[in-house]
């Protein structure tokens, strides 16, 4: 009886720790494409977790849940625990990002994010925040183009727009899809100018010359009568 509890004990705690650190995906990863990018992130998850000043707390929750894995606030408070091992980092880990795109999309997410990271080479949190705002505003307005497309015609692609109603839905996604658009080209814009060399101004005319080193010159005066 004691060895089916312990069994029991174990296996529920391992369930419940793949399912927070996604260790599912690399049991059900099939390429070998699927099953680096699986180890990669649950490396991500464990290494962002355990490097933070949670541990103990974590330590605690599940020691006491492995005393008394029956008892369901015990077990409440472990899997809360768990929860917040991937929220605590979901910025950088890119947890937050896929809460606000399709399901379908969740793959192709992480390897723009992963693009774009190295592309203007994200250093700090606010720069990794603009990027996750590109990436989302990308998405939807894909998403809010599939949607306008399936509304103003039929599978023929013969044009209709229908009744009024039907019009003004069309207007409102039309409207999204446009604000999608103009949000990623201003989180893009916005990454591309934090790479720029800084400007250098040197301006000159008749009667000043500005440089860098902000001297003002006179024109000499004539001395003939």
């Known amino acids: 009886m004691k060895q089916n509890n312990k069994t029991e004990k174990k296996q529920i705690a391992k369930n419940m720790i793949a399912e927070v650190f996604d260790l599912q995906k690399i049991s059900n990863a099939v390429t070998q494409q699927e099953i680096d990018q699986a180890v ?40 809360e625990e768990l929860q917040n091992v991937v929220k605590r ?20 997410v992480e390897e723009a994010r992963k693009s774009l990271v190295n592309e203007y080479k994200i250093a700090t949190l ?15 307005a894909l998403r809010s183009a599939s ?3 399936i509304l103003i015609q039929n599978k023929e692609g013969v044009i209709n727009y229908g009744d009024q ?3 003004n839905m069309i ?4 409207k999204q899809t446009d604000l999608a658009n103009h949000q990623f080209f201003t ?14 101004v040197k301006i000159q005319t008749n009667e000043a010359y500005i440089a ?13 009568p």
Do not use: C, W
Not at 126 to 140: G, K, P, T
Not at 187 to 200: D, M, Y
């Open 212 to 224: 860098q080193n902000q001297q003002i010159n006179k024109p000499k005066q004539s001395t003939n």
């Open 40 to 79: 990669e992130n649950t490396t991500a998850l464990f290494q962002n977790y355990f490097n933070t000043n949670h541990i103990s707390t974590f330590k605690k929750v599940t020691s006491d849940f492995l005393k008394n894995p029956r008892d369901q606030e015990i077990k409440d408070k472990f899997y």
């Open 165 to 167: 109603q039907k019009i």
């Open 187 to 200: 989180a893009i814009t916005f990454l591309k100018e934090l790479r720029l060399p800084p400007v250098r």
């Open 147 to 149: 949607v306008y497309s």
């Open 89 to 108: 980092q979901g910025v950088k880990n890119g947890q937050m990002l896929k809460t606000t795109v399709h399901n379908f999309d969740e793959m192709y």
């Open 126 to 140: 606010s720069e990794l925040m603009i990027v996750d705002l590109a990436i989302n505003a990308y998405f939807r």
């Open 171 to 174: 207007k409102e996604v039309g």
